[in-house]
T-cell receptor, first 113, second 111 residues
Framework: DADVTQTPRNRITKTGKRIMLECSQTKGHDRMYWYRQDPGLGLRLIYYSFDVKDINKGEISDGYSVSRQAQAKFSLSLESAIPNQTALYFC????????????FGPGTRLTVL | QKEVEQDPGPLSVPEGAIVSLNCTYSNSAFQYFMWYRQYSRKGPELLMYTYSSGNKEDGRFTAQVDKSSKYISLFIRDSQPSDSATYLCAMSRGYGQNFVFGPGTRLSVLP
């Protein structure tokens, strides 16, 4: 089984709808991250959490919210989706370390019409 | 100016070629440098990492950091079709700090 899983893998929705993307991990890591990937822009950090009680905004948090339900679960919500949130979304986990190696999930392809 | 720049490619090379992938950055505080490889429809995975300036070799892969020029490189020797992927550079300011990723270079190695 994959160490970092994301659901759904693909989602098409309409403008204004609320969407939740879920991430689960079995690596036992405290740190979890949500990124979005757009062509030409690379991976940009949306939110990150260093433990269950810690939530931090990343580079592009506007229009998004997160919930850290447990050490192993970190959800990303789009309260009212808009077309420019169409992107590939990745969850990642890491331990605290020198290189803070991040382990990524397979991604969720989200299309907002 | 973006904090980390990377030629997006695509870069197409014949099998067996030496490939050079590069990133430039503007923040002199970066100390930890990483290369991630991302296959199509997959999440990125760590390929190599280096601290500060210098070289690091791992099999067919060599990572170089030149902090004075704010320039990092990844060399792939004897490239294989299985090396076809997007290569992302990433860097951080310190121990446990978050990464800043480059936009990635798409590489195709043709048989």
């Amino acid at each position: 089984d994959a160490d970092v899983t994301q659901t759904p893998r693909n989602r098409i929705t309409k403008t204004g709808k609320r969407i939740m993307l879920e991430c689960s991990q079995t690596k036992g890591h405290d740190r979890m991250y949500w990124y979005r990937q757009d062509p030409g822009l690379g991976l940009r950090l949306i939110y990150y959490s260093f433990d269950v009680k810690d939530i931090n905004k990343g580079e592009i948090s506007d229009g998004y919210s997160v919930s850290r339900q447990a050490q192993a679960k970190f959800s990303l919500s789009l309260e009212s989706a808009i077309p420019n949130q169409t992107a590939l979304y990745f969850c990642a986990t890491s331990e605290l370390g020198q290189f803070n190696e991040q382990f990524f999930g397979p991604g969720t392809r989200l299309t907002v019409l | 100016q973006k904090e980390v720049e990377q030629d997006p490619g695509p870069l197409s090379v014949p099998e067996g070629a030496i490939v050079s992938l590069n990133c430039t950055y503007s923040n002199s505080a970066f100390q930890y440098f990483m290369w991630y490889r991302q296959y199509s429809r997959k999440g990125p995975e760590l390929l190599m990492y280096t601290y500060s300036s210098g070289n690091k070799e791992d099999g067919r892969f060599t990572a170089q950091v030149d902090k004075s020029s704010k320039y990092i490189s990844l060399f792939i020797r004897d490239s294989q079709p299985s090396d076809s992927a997007t290569y992302l550079c990433a860097m951080s300011r310190g121990y446990g700090q978050n990464f800043v990723f480059g936009p990635g270079t798409r590489l195709s190695v043709l048989p």
